[in-house]
């Protein structure tokens, strides 16, 4: 990563125009195709690449569809009214993701449909990241699954910014805008425990045994550091960032955020799976 790069999960904006609006980028802007025109379907892949695609879309899709049978229980359950409609937009939301990565999918034909078929298949406990197979047993743990866990998922969504794929480039704008709400929110739900405490909304202690739940669990999202998938992604000019430079902007991000809360994190290492 060179200096004029942006920092490891940062929004990449080097097509501002004035104004505010976007351009789209044609060109391929880092890996070893730098340059070249962005591939349009998987036709154009070079070798190798079209099964690392696949892959990562599977696991995004299978995210957003976890993501609804956890929030699901708390559609009519939220303290408020207005808890209520965050969950029905989530829940929307995350439909729409799950929609959009399978409209990915769909371009690598009869392969794609077989494995959209089976991300529609699958219920709660079967899925393939420890995250999205954990209930949301009080209200604390959608704060701080929205807090976290979402927040990895907007880390992966801005490493496939203006990535090589145009279609999956494309779909990233209006993905990254909804999930912002979604982990503004679970900051919110965790700061009105920690700082307003009622048994309406939860206590601090909950708070905090939530952030200890799904901490380590949002840490092994990043995959394993030195991972040879990482770093082919990033030749093959799809994902910005490696799994620990990714890692270590979000311990980062994530320490001022629940320290300004007034609430804590637990060590790096603490009950890690994937390290
Ligand atoms: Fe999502
Ligand atoms: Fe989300």
């Given at each position: ?5 942006p ?5 990449v ?9 976007v351009?789209?980028v ?10 070249v025109?962005?591939y ?22 299978d995210?957003?569809?976890?993501s609804?049978?956890q929030h699901?229980p ?22 729409r ?8 999918l ?32 009080r209200w604390?743990?959608?704060g701080a699954f ?5 927040r ?8 496939f910014?203006?990535c090589?794929?145009g279609?999956?480039?494309r779909a990233?704008?209006?993905?990254l805008?909804e999930?912002q ?5 679970g ?7 920690a700082?307003?405490?009622?048994k309406?909304?939860?206590?601090r ?10 901490y380590?669990?949002?840490?092994d ?11 082919r992604?990033i ?5 910005r960032w490696?799994?620990?430079?990714a ?6 991000e994530?320490?001022a ?7 804590e ?6 009950d890690?799976?994937?390290?």
């Amino acid at each position: 990563m060179t200096t004029s790069e942006p920092a490891p999960g940062t929004p990449v904006a080097r097509n501002l125009k004035e104004g505010g609006t976007v351009e789209p980028v044609r060109e391929i802007l880092w890996g070893t195709a730098q340059g070249v025109r962005k591939y349009e379907t998987p036709a154009e892949f070079p070798p190798d690449m079209r099964k690392l695609v696949v892959k990562l879309m599977v696991v995004q899709a299978d995210t957003e569809f976890a993501s609804i049978q956890q929030h699901r229980p708390w559609l009519d359950r939220a303290p408020t009214l207005e808890d209520r409609w965050i969950e029905a937009r989530i829940v929307a939301d995350e439909s729409r993701h799950g929609l959009q990565a399978c409209r990915i999918l769909r371009e690598f034909g009869e392969e794609g449909q077989e494995h959209i078929d089976e991300l529609l298949a699958k219920r709660e406990g079967e899925h393939k990241l420890d995250a999205f197979n954990m209930t949301f047993d009080r209200w604390s743990d959608v704060g701080a699954f929205t807090c976290f866990v979402d927040r990895v998922g907007v880390y992966q969504l801005r490493a496939f910014q203006e990535c090589s794929f145009g279609p999956l480039a494309r779909a990233m704008p209006l993905m990254l805008s909804e999930e912002q709400l979604h982990l503004n929110f679970g900051a919110s739900v965790l700061r009105r425990m920690a700082q307003d405490g009622s048994k309406y909304y939860g206590s601090r202690e909950e708070a905090q045994d939530a952030i200890r739940k799904w901490y380590p669990r949002a840490l092994d999202m990043f995959g394993h550091s030195n991972s040879e998938t990482s770093r082919r992604a990033i030749e093959f000019g799809l994902k910005r960032w490696t799994n620990e430079e990714a890692r270590a902007r979000y311990i980062e991000e994530t320490r001022a955020i629940v320290a300004n809360i007034g609430l804590e994190l637990p060590p790096e290492n603490f009950d890690r799976h994937i390290l």
